[in-house]
T-cell receptor, first 111, second 115 residues
């Protein structure tokens, strides 16, 4: 079964770049790696998704090495409103239907 | 702005009672997911459907939980009988795609408290 590992928590300051890495072995070879953001009392919200190399949108970048055994979410110039929990999501290589959410990284952005 | 809706938003019940949670996925989405979130266990996938057929329900306690999609606009999660350890926030999400990790759109959740 695919397994994901993320840091439990990270601290940063406003204006800094934050990189959160998720390690994921045994992931599906033909499926996306997706990241979500969750604020208290809300459901997770889609941030970014990629298959390989680098993807960038208006809020984040996602770096995926060729072996796809990890992915790094990069948040440029974080603000206080980026304080949230960030999850990676992958599919399992051995089961075409298995879906694995990471345990989440709690990011605290300080003034 | 299309959204996933869930009812009820909050539910307090006594142990042994039946609980039914409902979800209306975004119109046109073909995949519906049910999750449970607690402080101790984090976000757990209970079950998900594609085109109304169950694809994976291995995360769901079969003896007391059941999930169905009576039609494409309604998904239900039922607990019978409920137990205090079922207290959690239950999220429904929907998506459109053929992959497992396609983008999901989450509802606001149902906060369940079993006394």
């Amino acid at each position: 079964l695919a397994k994901t590992t993320q840091p439990i928590s990270m601290d940063s300051y406003e204006g800094q770049e934050v990189n959160i890495t998720c390690s994921h072995n045994n992931i599906a070879t033909n499926d996306y790696i997706t990241w979500y953001q969750q604020f208290p009392s809300q459901g997770p919200r889609f941030i970014i998704q990629g298959y390989k190399t680098k993807v960038t949108n208006e809020v984040a970048s996602l770096f995926i090495p060729a072996d796809r055994k990890s992915s790094t979410l990069s948040l440029p110039r974080v603000s206080l409103s980026d304080t949230a929990v960030y999850y990676c999501l992958v599919g399992d290589r051995d089961s075409s239907y298995k879906l694995i959410f990471g345990s989440g990284t709690r990011l605290l952005v300080r003034p | 702005d299309a959204r996933v809706t869930q009812t009820p938003r909050d539910k307090v019940t006594e142990m042994g009672q039946e609980v039914t949670m409902r979800c209306q996925p975004i119109l046109g989405h073909n995949t519906v997911f049910w999750y449970r979130q607690t402080m101790m266990q984090g976000l757990e996938l209970l079950a998900y459907f594609r085109n109304r057929a169950p694809l994976d329900d291995s995360g769901m306690p079969k003896d007391r939980f059941s999930a169905e999609m009576p039609d494409a606009t309604l998904a239900t999660l039922k607990i019978q009988p409920s137990e205090p350890r079922d207290s959690a926030v239950y999220f429904c999400a929907s998506g459109l795609g053929t992959g497992v990790a396609d983008t999901q759109y989450f509802g606001p959740g149902t906060r369940l408290t079993v006394l």
